[in-house]
């Protein structure tokens, strides 16, 4: 492919990377002699059948879009490629920088969102959803300096993928092309149709990511982390014993833009960089706290609270009878037994030396009888939201440290949720 001349004016130099949708190409724009980038798509999601149709509507909105904030498009082809050409960016993504200094002051982090803020609002008026926000995609020019600003890249490109793409991703292990799983909405997992408010949830685990130097979510697999997007509250900032002070009113902007319904996000991205820089500028003001009363907490039940147990939480949408149907199946798929059952607990014994659905545990021949109570606290606001509270409780305290029982319990906990939520 080096040295292939696309549409006649743009040679390839040097590939630059590969992703889930193509190889990209640094080249040289002969007639005007500039360095330019090539984006060459794979030849499978070419190949897909409406693939013609989207690639020319998007590239016609991405052609349409400019903005000092986002990578400029030269030139597509549908017939030599296909390909699009962009504009050439000297600097390093968001994800380098992030590697390179852990996390980014809260100061810093506020000058970078307004400007990434202030793109993703100019692309919503025109009704251009990025889908595929994260910090690879995202460039930054004269990083480490007062003069750093960001370059969007990629804008449109994920609509050009075929939404039959994430149903095939959830039934095998291939890549995910559609979406990142550490940064996808959760209403893109539950299959739900998508508007500009994904894009805010994206840029939400981002601000998270650079304030505390690590993402909201993790899994031992993609299938485990996009569950979580999709049923777990983000780990408190406090929870997290970071090294630096990050103010409550920061936190509840930040947790906001985390929300599972997009209707308790902020409703556009400009309105999301102007709280955050008011609770910016009320922190330094020392009336942070005023700002997170603005800002109302999502509305849910109260959770127990228990420190001489491993606990977890994730939401479900089912009625709490269905949801007590599943947990019998799961308990007798591990032979395990019921040892109490009332509204809104349950208590069972489970022996992970049993039958596993996923065949996920591995711990045969060695005792794992695990104490697990199981807290279902509806949402009176949310119809047949559950909360679900997985809490293990040890034989004796000083189990909690014991690192193979808490790799039991962590396993048993991801059996659960999958379980729950029909996954397997």
């Not at 894009?199 to 650079?210: H, I, N, Q």
């Not at 997009?262 to 500028?281: C, G, I, N």
């Amino acid at each position: 492919m080096i040295g292939r001349v696309f549409m006649g004016r743009y040679e390839a130099v040097r590939l630059l990377g590969e992703g889930g949708m193509g190889k990209v190409y640094l080249a040289r724009q002969l007639d005007l002699g500039r360095q330019v980038v090539v984006k060459v798509m794979h030849e499978h999601v070419a190949a897909e059948p409406k693939f013609k149709q989207r690639f020319q509507r998007e590239t016609l909105l991405m052609a349409h879009f400019a903005h000092p904030y986002a990578v400029a498009l030269y030139d597509a082809s549908i017939t030599d490629g296909p390909c699009i050409v962009m504009e050439y960016v000297r600097g390093v993504n968001l994800e380098t920088l992030l590697a390179k200094n852990k996390r980014l002051s809260p100061p810093r982090v506020n000058r970078l969102l307004g400007q990434l803020c202030e793109v993703l609002q100019a692309a919503h008026d025109q009704g251009l959803v990025h889908r595929d926000l994260k910090p690879a995609n995202l460039m930054v020019v004269d990083h480490d300096t007062p003069r750093e600003k960001i370059k969007v890249m990629d804008f449109g490109l994920a609509k050009m993928m075929d939404s039959t793409v994430v149903g095939g991703y959830l039934e095998s292990s291939a890549e995910f092309a559609v979406g990142t799983p550490g940064y996808i909405p959760p209403e893109q997992v539950r299959g739900d149709m998508i508007d500009h408010r994904a894009d805010l949830y994206s840029v939400g685990v981002m601000v998270y990511e650079m304030l505390t130097g690590r993402l909201p979510f993790t899994g031992t697999s993609q299938m485990d982390l996009m569950l979580a997007h999709a049923t777990e509250p983000p780990p408190s900032f406090e929870s997290l014993n970071l090294p630096i002070h990050i103010s409550s009113a920061v936190e509840s902007v930040v947790m906001k833009s985390l929300a599972k319904d997009p209707k308790d996000r902020f409703q556009s991205a400009r309105e999301l960089a102007e709280y955050f820089d008011s609770a910016m500028h009320l922190e330094e003001s020392g009336f942070a706290e005023e700002v997170r009363d603005e800002i109302p907490e999502p509305s849910g039940p109260a959770l127990i609270h228990d420190p001489n147990t491993l606990a977890f939480s994730f939401e479900a949408w089912m009625p709490e009878s269905i949801a007590v149907m599943k947990l019998r199946g799961f308990v007798n798929d591990l032979s395990g037994q019921i040892i109490e059952s009332i509204p809104g607990l349950v208590r069972v014994q489970v022996n992970v030396e049993g039958k596993s659905r996923g065949g996920l545990f591995g711990f045969r021949g060695r005792s794992a009888v695990l104490n697990l109570e199981l807290y279902l606290h509806p949402n009176p606001n949310r119809g047949n939201q559950l909360t679900i509270q997985a809490m293990f409780r040890p034989n004796s305290l000083s189990q909690l440290n014991d690192p193979v029982w808490r790799e039991r319990c962590t396993k048993t906990y991801m059996e659960l949720r999958g379980y729950l939520m029909g996954v397997g």
